[in-house]
């Protein structure tokens, strides 16, 4: 394929191609792109999708070095984890790229840090009687098991469909050991013996505050209700241990955005220039790290008229879609619908900003890596031609309807001056 430069900005040039990149690459000429701005799969299996089990090949990075103009930057977006972050820039310098540029991060304010009280968890799980609670798990199962009866089905007759029950038997996560009044329940309905009874004697916290609770229901037999209840440590190992902190798991709140760049031929280094200036006000007072909220569903779904689609869950909580081809598992459905179905959908307004900073109006833009549309969407938004690949086809739908849209359709959505060319003031 030949990519054409157009100047006049009536004549937007937008490539949408469902195929493997690795493939479809080869088609497209030698130097004809401006600028690499993609959210490639990043190999942690995310949400059981197989298509994220690996990193892109070797090969697909060397077909995008060829085709990228001397200059030219790339904006590839990464997992935070250090394993992955280093393979996907190892993979970028094998393939050409000058990788000596730091990066850009993707900063979201979603999630909580999280970490245990050790002196809480130790009394949740009986004092140094931890061993005894893991036996009390396997009880649970075994039992469970012999009666043909399901996690979910438990969770659903005893505690409102919620998942604690399976906190008891124990998840990847760690292990919960039930309240007294959890336990009564549970035992009458697996029809229990008797030989767990003297856990629960120590089941005699002190509760010297509660507060309500203002957000979702967690996992610890704590948060159930609508107060948390603030207890003393009530074992003795578990006042030795009182006010120090267990498992410190900062939730990610930023993903990196890997910057390189395909070496220079004769053209000097202020022909590539970053459009810096052309940024909100806002942005450039936090660069590298870009505040853009998740895209809310009104925004995944803008362009879309299909029919929404449920989500599923397994009787662990973890979720897929019900009309991916091989990627369903769960047979719980939850109250939440979407038309794009793309489980790791990026903000229009993010995509923009890294357009903007690495190119000019007229300029093109691939994605090889195309997901739900986003980068194609933001091209349109800002004047850039746009070559976008995606391989599968469920997703290459969304992409098309989505990117029917006009960019004046666009700009009324994104509240954007209808002048505006260069200057995002989202």
Known sequence: ??????????????????GDSAEVLKTLKDNSIDLLATDPPYGIEFMGKSWDKVLPPKNIWEECYR???????????????SDVLYRMIKDLEDAGFDMSFSPIYFTYHTGFPKASDTSKMIDKRGGDKYVDAVRLGEYLKEIRTEKGIGITK????????STRYSWFEGRPAGLNVPTADDYKLIKEYLELDDRFDFLFDLDKTNVIDEIPMTFGIGSSQE????TKKITEPSTDLAKKYEGSKLGFQPKPAVE???????????KSYIDNVLNFEALPDNIKM???FIQVPKPAKKEKDFG?????KQIYTD????????????????DRIENVKRKNIHPTTKPVKLMSYIITLFTREGDWVMDPFLGSGTTGLASKLINRHFVGIEREKEYFDICEERLSVSREELVKFFKMEKDTQTKLDL
């Open 1 to 18: 394929m030949e990519i054409r430069r157009k100047n006049n900005m009536n004549m937007i040039e937008q490539h949408l191609i469902n």
């Open 67 to 81: 085709v990228l103009k001397p200059g030219s930057f790339i904006a590839v977006m990464s997992s935070p984890r």
């Open 154 to 161: 438990i969770d659903k007759d005893l505690f409102d469909g």
């Open 223 to 226: 948060r159930h209700g609508d």
């Open 256 to 266: 990196h955005i890997i910057i390189g760049m395909k070496p220079h031929g004769s």
């Open 286 to 288: 936090t660069y590298p």
């Open 304 to 308: 879309l008229s299909g029919e929404e």
């Open 315 to 330: 009787e662990n909580g973890k979720f897929g879609y019900g009309n991916t081809n091989g990627d369903n598992f769960g």
